[in-house]
């Protein structure tokens, strides 16, 4: 079944014992720390001194996505921290297969994400080899922006590549993700849906969490909002 996983992207620092509370409360066993540099996106965001006290407060599995230039400097800060999984970007350094066999060899777990015009066909040389494949929704670098409607044929095809190449990697998509387009995001097999303000920013997150998870167990059960000739529609 798809997981929600919240990302903090969007969070009030301030509150964010309170939220973590929220999410322990809520059954979530996975967080997204993002990880901005303000070179790769105009924005910074998160280090390892945030990370560390995140999984001592409630040990979730941590899935760091490193949105950074030269990532190879901030993977060993990142493991000592508490990542679980470390997903570093195919646009952000030439040489993603030693950085993919870095962090496995770690004892991470290894992702690699692609950017929204970036071509899934990128991923040829690398998919069998990773652990997470990160689909970027929207433009990196800010949250509460609006899903990129290519994403779902992105999907498709990234599918048909694992597939052809016979791997199977966790697919994460992130970025936009509300009550509009999610039972479309499970139309097509995603297995990681990466939710932020639509969640971090709602009065109740515990009911916010409830709404989408209800929404994963209809979709399982065969119960449609959306018909199912109408998913993808438009898309390729």
Not at 7 to 35: E, T
Not at 130 to 158: A, E, H, R, Y
Request: hydrophobic residues 40%.
């Amino acid at each position: 079944m798809a997981k929600v996983v919240p990302s903090l992207l969007s969070a009030d620092i301030v509150n964010l014992r309170g939220i973590l509370s929220d999410f322990k409360m809520a059954g979530i066993d996975w967080l997204h720390i993002d990880v901005m540099d303000g070179h790769f996106v105009p924005n910074l965001s998160f280090g390892p001194q945030i990370v560390s006290p995140i999984k001592r407060f409630g040990n979730f599995l941590l899935d760091v996505h490193l949105m950074v230039e030269q990532p190879e400097r901030f993977i060993d800060s990142f493991v000592n921290a508490g990542a679980d999984i470390v997903t570093v970007h195919l646009e952000a350094t030439p040489h993603i297969h030693r950085i993919i066999s870095y962090i496995r060899s770690l004892g991470c777990k290894a992702g690699v994400s692609i950017n929204p015009g970036t071509p899934v066909r990128l991923l040829e040389d690398i998919i069998t080899e990773v652990d997470l494949t990160l689909i970027m929704s929207v433009d990196p670098g800010f949250g509460g922006q609006g899903f990129i409607p290519n994403t779902f044929k992105k999907i498709s095809d990234l599918k048909n590549l694992c597939k052809t190449l016979e791997a199977n990697p966790i697919i994460e998509v992130d970025g936009g993700i509300n009550n509009h387009n999610i039972e479309e995001l499970l139309e097509y097999g995603v297995d990681m849906l990466v939710i932020g303000s639509t969640i971090t920013n709602s009065k109740d997150r515990k009911k916010a969490i409830s709404d989408i998870e209800n929404i994963i167990k209809g979709h399982n059960r065969g119960e449609y909002n959306i018909p199912l000739e109408k998913a993808g529609e438009g898309y390729g």
